[in-house]
């Protein structure tokens, strides 16, 4: 499990873009952390990792939105999710096992249906420090050995 504190927004984005320049296609990526906790914003800079022009927007009332980048982008939000059966009939299982990188918000909502192999952000505030997060990151599979890597040398270089 990788700890690493983002001091402000920009730690943030340099972190996303770091995820989305290095991920493979096949990628599920699961966020989780309470409203606010900057879940959209760092699907933002993942985004821009992989290439992807367009604003990348919260998919809270589509529950999955598609971009097309250096490898196409599903972005889901499965805050009000309720029923696996739901996921299922959005066709679920055809995003997650594609050519492409799924980010899931909210991710704990569906724990019963995520694949083993997927790497979990789990993005918390900090009391009294506004713009302070700490991501907890923890990737299980082969396709992941680059993130981590990357990340982890991130980490160890910075100021
Ligand atoms: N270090 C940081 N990382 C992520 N977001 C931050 C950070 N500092 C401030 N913010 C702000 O917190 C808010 C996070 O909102 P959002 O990404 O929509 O959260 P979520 O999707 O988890 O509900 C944004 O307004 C963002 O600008
Ligand atoms: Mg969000």
């Known amino acids: ?10 730690d943030t984005n340099d972190i996303g873009c770091i995820i989305g320049r290095n991920i493979e296609k096949g990628a ?9 906790a900057g879940k ?27 971009y097309e ?5 599903f972005h889901m939000d499965v805050y009000r999710i309720n029923d696996i059966e739901e996921m299922i009939d ?9 050519d492409g990188v799924c980010v899931i918000e909210w991710s704990a909502n569906i724990k019963d249906i995520l694949p083993q192999n997927r790497i979990d952000i789990k993005m918390l505030r900090d009391n009294g420090e506004e713009n302070k997060r ?4 923890d ?3 082969r396709l992941y050995e680059k993130v981590i890597k990357e990340l982890k040398k991130y980490d160890s270089i910075r100021d």
């Open 1 to 10: 499990m990788l700890k690493i504190t983002a001091r402000n927004l920009k």
């Open 28 to 36: 599920v990526i699961c966020l989780d952390g309470d409203l606010g």
């Open 40 to 66: 959209t914003t760092i699907t933002q800079s993942i985004a821009k990792g992989l290439e992807i022009n367009g604003y990348v927007t919260s998919p809270t009332f589509n529950i999955i939105k598609e």
């Open 69 to 73: 980048g250096k490898l196409k982008l």
């Open 90 to 98: 959005l066709g679920y299982e055809e995003y997650i096992y594609s």
């Open 134 to 137: 700490i991501l907890y990151i």
């Open 139 to 141: 990737g299980v599979g």
